[in-house]
């Protein structure tokens, strides 16, 4: 059984895994792309990171002391395509990541079973995380998938590239049985 310290490790490394997937996925885009809208019923990527950036800011500014829906934010606000440069959209997304890294890094092991409040529901801490946790990546998902399309001409794979998959088994079982998590070596490749 995970400790708490284990998984808060655990959480910070997957986090951090799905912000550089879609920052290896901005990379490959022009910054023209990042606001394209395919139609009415679809988000750019410029608005899915703006709606990113204000679910982080909300739900983790005073995340231990106030409710996760602050009376400052304008969620609808956020599907509105303001973005204007690419510096604009990284600026915001940086802004968000820093501020649920910064709330994460001051949580103590202890603290994974207190109460907070999301819209006045109360849930653990752990339970608040792993809300996120799924929130994120399926953003960052939609990102990818996007940016999938977007892409002229080869895309650089962000996981283990078509008709690699022996390889990079073949790599994996190389090595000693060991405890780590899955993001480690993923972390290291995509830097």
């Known amino acids: 059984m995970a400790t708490n310290d284990q998984y808060l490790e655990s959480v910070k490394k997957q ?7 879609a920052e290896k996925s901005f990379a490959q885009l022009q910054q023209e792309q990042l606001f394209v809208s395919m139609n009415e019923n679809t988000n750019s990527i410029a608005v899915i990171v703006k709606h990113l950036s204000g679910n982080m800011l909300s739900r983790w500014t005073d995340f231990l002391t106030t409710d996760g829906e602050k009376e400052w934010r304008d ?15 990284m600026a915001a997304w940086e802004k968000g990541w820093k501020c649920f890294f910064d709330a994460i890094n001051a949580l103590k092991p202890q603290q994974l079973s207190d109460i907070i409040y999301i819209r006045n529901e109360g ?13 994120y990546p399926y953003h960052v ?11 002229e001409g080869e895309w650089e794979s962000l996981s283990i590239p078509k008709n690699k998959s022996g390889n990079y088994n073949a790599g994996k079982f190389s090595r000693e049985k060991s405890i780590r998590n899955f993001t480690d070596d993923e972390l290291e490749r995509l830097k």
């Open 123 to 135: 849930h653990t801490v752990v339970e608040a995380i792993n809300r996120q946790l799924a929130h």
């Open 141 to 151: 998902g939609q990102i990818v998938f996007y940016a999938k399309l977007l892409k």
């Open 15 to 21: 986090f951090l895994y799905y912000k550089m997937l």
């Open 75 to 89: 969620r609808d606000s956020e599907f509105e395509d303001t973005y204007e440069s690419k510096e604009e959209l």
